[in-house]
């Protein structure tokens, strides 16, 4: 099985500043041009919602503060500008080979 | 709108048996892949299983893998997931997820509220 480590597990950011949060997959997700990496947003409470597939699509709705990057095996999900409704948990899921896992999540918060 | 909607959560002996719903509206149900993931209370999400859009294909997490099955029914437009020898770790919430129209290697891009199954004696 392929195996998705975020860091940090958790991280508290001052409002307006950048924030990054890495993925990293135990095996090459990249087949032809398309990386198998989506990311999501987990508020309290709430489903999960998709903030990037294909490791830097920004789903429709999501601010542009939102971006994803890296290939093959290294991730990067960045904010610039954190705003106060972006507190949540953020998970990076593989969809490439089943069973189709996800990191164990990356807890942000205001600092 | 895109909807996907979980029903048949509920309390259940180990051992037991339950079966899960899930009602897709506002897209077209029979062009994509369909995935169950669960969330321990206070965990993190656990991908459970993915059937493709034809409902040919399925793979399964090892955790549950010769208990639970995935099934749909395109004609109703309803996905479901059969659970059998339940384990107090199957305790969750159980989230019925679209994903994006194609291959069954695709992203989700659709959530449910989610099922509260709870397996206890």
């Known amino acids: 099985d392929i195996v998705m480590t975020q860091s940090p597990d958790s991280l508290a950011v001052s409002l307006g500043e950048r924030v990054t949060i890495n993925c990293k997959s135990s095996q090459n997700i990249l087949y032809e041009t398309e990386n198998h990496l989506a990311w999501y947003q987990q508020k309290p409470g709430q489903p999960p919602k998709v903030v990037i597939t294909?490791?830097?699509t920004r789903e429709s709705g999501v601010p542009d503060r939102f971006s994803g990057s890296g290939s093959g095996t290294d991730f990067t999900l960045t904010i610039d500008s954190l705003q106060a409704e972006d507190v949540a948990v953020y998970y990076c899921?593989?969809?490439?080979?089943?069973?189709?896992?996800f990191g164990q999540g990356t807890r942000l918060e205001i600092k | 709108e895109v909807q996907v909607v979980e029903s048949g959560g509920g309390l259940i002996q180990p051992g037991g048996s339950l079966r899960l719903s899930c009602a897709g509206s506002?897209?077209?149900?029979?062009?994509?892949?369909m995935s169950w993931v669960r969330q321990a209370p206070g965990k993190g999400l656990e991908w459970v299983a993915v059937?493709?859009?034809?409902?040919?294909?399925?793979y399964y997490a090892d955790s549950v893998k010769g208990r639970f099955t995935i099934s749909r029914d395109n004609s109703k437009n309803t996905l479901y997931l059969q659970m059998n020898s339940l384990r107090v770790e199957d305790t969750a919430v159980y989230f019925c997820?679209?994903?994006?129209?194609?291959?069954?290697?695709?992203?989700?891009?659709?959530w449910g509220q989610g099922a509260l199954v709870t397996v206890s004696s």
């Open positions: 506002g897209f077209s149900f029979s062009s994509c892949g």
């Open positions: 899921q593989q969809y490439f080979y089943a069973p189709f896992t």
């Open positions: 294909w490791a830097s």
């Open positions: 059937i493709s859009s034809g409902g040919t294909t399925a």
């Open positions: 997820a679209k994903a994006q129209p194609g291959a069954i290697a695709a992203p989700i891009d659709s």
